[in-house]
């Protein structure tokens, strides 16, 4: 019988001790979720972050330094006799478990993580030189030495002056650079590889959507408020970024014409003080201003300003002034010895784009003029193959992950080049080019997984064959005659 006694007590203090692990677990974790949260006034709801040490109160309920402090004063200052008051029938003391009950239930806030402090991006020991720039460029853009050579040495001298602006009492002048050449040369991509190289926020916006203040259209301002966009509306961030315009030829002085020039000169003497550096309110996380969007005040002082353009008819009057001294005599040039100069505008002067239509203020805040090459046929094959994000580089990756190999003859690249030239359109024609060969074989590769090589001809590109197809485990393709893409399938 005493067995079964001590059985019976032994049972409930086991089941005792798991209650009590049960309900100290429960309080843990209570407690433990309730660290996360901030304690928040019971009376003004503030979190104890912004009202400071919170006077705990029976019940849970916590009152901040402030309210109590007008609770007291209230009680002072007041003209009723609490003791009065407490005599009076009908009052009574008051429950503090009635005030919990009755009031509702505050609502958590976590607290806050203390930011670590970030170190300056810039450091005038981690600028890049401007030949370790220009070999990153290399690596991406083909040719135009002269133009990259020109944009690190701006670049680098740009960061050098946001750096150690305060340094001393010698102010150095910003280096904006007006980029110049034919459509497709690499302007915007140089601009979009420039700023992911120096990890800086870029806006790249068209200058021919720009009007006058009060027209339909897109303020001066637009420009600053893309770029805090791309910063993440981050002010300090945005104020050492650049800001690509491109199509500044579109904004030229319209000539013999009658009418205001809203989206001309207009344009451009809207952007000088953008261009020297001042103090513009942009809308934050939109692009126009309202009364519902709250405005934020961005400097324009130390943003890079990269204007470019391909100026159609400037050629012209590079030519007019170069054969101005052709006249009468034995020492005459010829007029039409310009006429096949592909590069003349890398003889271009101040001069030159006044009479185009830029005015002089415009031009004196872009002291950095940098021109562009034309490209060749070698510059094109080289554009194919040799960026490491080359387009052939690309489609052959695309092809890799269905097991198959692409190769491109050198007489093909040959004959892309070929077309690209004769579009006019610079390096965008040979990505439509591309797109127009491969289309039938990126469709009809998946249908086949026997195939594990395609080699693309010349007569391929000219429409008189087909590509090359080997089966895998072909060492020696096989000879194929009129059309091998049709008798291998494609």
């Known amino acids: 019988m005493s067995d079964e006694k001590n059985t019976t007590i032994d049972e409930v203090n086991t089941d005792d001790q798991k209650l009590e692990e049960t309900v100290k677990g429960v309080v843990e974790d209570t407690s433990k979720d309730d660290s996360e949260y901030e304690k928040l006034c019971s009376i003004c709801h503030r979190p104890e972050s912004i009202t400071g040490k919170m006077i705990e109160l029976p019940n849970n309920l916590y009152v901040c330094p402030d309210c109590m402090q007008k609770s007291f004063d209230m009680m002072n200052n007041g003209q009723i006799d609490l003791n009065q008051l407490m005599r009076m029938p009908g009052v009574q003391i008051l429950n503090m478990q009635d005030l919990e009950n009755m009031m509702p239930k505050q609502q958590k806030v976590k607290k806050k993580k203390e930011k670590k402090e970030e170190k300056p991006e810039l450091d005038l020991h981690n600028i890049p030189a401007p030949h370790k720039i220009k070999a990153k460029l290399d690596d991406y853009v083909i ?37 110049l050449g034919p459509t497709g040369s690499g302007k915007t991509y140089l ?3 420039l700023a992911r190289l120096l990890d800086v926020p870029l806006a790249i916006t068209d200058a021919t959507s720009l009007t006058e203040a009060g027209y339909i259209g897109d303020d001066i301002e637009s420009l600053v408020s893309k770029l805090l966009a791309a910063a993440d509306n981050d002010v300090e961030k945005a104020e050492r970024g650049i800001i690509f315009v491109d199509e500044i030829d579109k904004i030229a002085k319209k000539k013999n014409t009658n009418q205001r020039d809203v989206s001309g000169e207009s344009v451009q003497q809207g952007m000088l003080k953008l261009l020297e550096g001042s103090d513009v309110e942009v809308p934050v996380g939109a692009n126009s201003k309202n009364a519902m969007v709250p405005l934020t005040t961005v400097n324009t002082r130390n943003i890079l300003f990269i204007c ?38 890398s003889k271009v002067t101040v001069e030159d784009l006044r009479n185009f239509g830029m005015i002089p203020e415009f031009l004196g805040r872009l002291p950095v003029i940098c021109t562009l090459q034309s490209l060749d046929r070698d510059m094109f094959v080289k554009i194919l193959k040799e960026p490491r994000n080359a ?20 007489d093909a690249l040959y004959a892309i080049a070929e077309k690209a030239m004769e579009k006019d359109t610079g390096a965008r024609a040979l990505r439509a080019i591309i797109e127009e060969f491969m289309l039938d074989i990126m469709y009809e590769i998946p249908k086949d997984d026997s195939i594990g090589e395609v080699i693309i001809t010349r007569d391929y590109i000219e429409g008189t064959g087909g590509p090359v197809i080997r089966l895998k485990g072909q060492e020696v393709p096989p000879l ?8 291998s399938g494609l």
Request: aromatic share 6%; charged share 30%.
């Open 143 to 179: 040719g135009q030495e002269q133009a990259k050579k020109i944009i690190s040495v701006a670049v680098y001298n740009h960061y050098k002056r946001v750096v150690t602006d305060t340094m001393d009492d010698i102010e150095i002048e910003k280096s904006n650079i007006l980029m």
């Open 191 to 193: 601009v979009k590889t």
């Open 308 to 345: 470019g353009g391909a100026f159609p008819g400037l050629e012209q009057i590079i030519k007019e002034r170069l054969n101005k001294h052709s006249s009468i005599g034995f020492i005459a040039d010829l007029k039409d010895k310009y006429d096949n100069d592909k590069n003349l505008l």
């Open 391 to 410: 387009i052939l580089k690309q489609y052959q990756k695309l092809l890799a992950l269905d097991e198959v190999r692409l190769e491109f003859e050198d």
């Open 480 to 487: 194929l005659e009129n059309n091998p893409v049709q008798e």
